[in-house]
Nanobody, 115 residues
Framework: QVQLVESGGGLVQAGGSLRLSCIVS????????MGWYRQAPGKQRELVAR???????NYGDSVKGRFTISRDTAKNTVYLQMNSLKPEDTAVYYC?????????WGQGTQVTVSS
């Protein structure tokens, strides 16, 4: 089993920044990817950013150039630095890890960007 605990969400004004953190515990070996997804009210969950075991990253089109994903393997933690936030970034952000072929999800953290 894998457990994920997110932190760092909150309320911020447009143009501001937030950093999300996700601590992964449990069976943390063979993690193929770690990442962040988000879901806004009435919308489908979408990829924000993901980092693979080899270090390759990919980002959703709407956050490229503004968000940065990183990880600290020693701490089993993945981060999402969010800059130049926009009201349309408002959503619940979920941490995700892929271990083998199984996805694990955190409970989500709310990010609200006011205009």
């Amino acid at each position: 089993q894998v457990q994920l605990v997110e932190s760092g969400g909150g309320l911020v004004q447009a143009g501001g920044s937030l950093r999300l953190s996700c601590i992964v515990s449990g069976s943390t070996f063979s993690l193929n990817a770690m990442g962040w997804y988000r879901q806004a009210p009435g919308k489908q969950r979408e990829l924000v950013a993901r980092i693979f075991s080899g270090g390759t990253t990919n980002y959703g089109d709407s956050v490229k150039g503004r968000f940065t994903i990183s990880r600290d393997t020693a701490k089993n933690t993945v981060y999402l630095q969010m800059n130049s936030l926009k009201p349309e970034d408002t959503a619940v952000y979920y941490c995700n890890v892929l271990r083998g072929w199984i996805d694990y999800w955190g409970q989500g953290t709310q990010v609200t960007v006011s205009s």
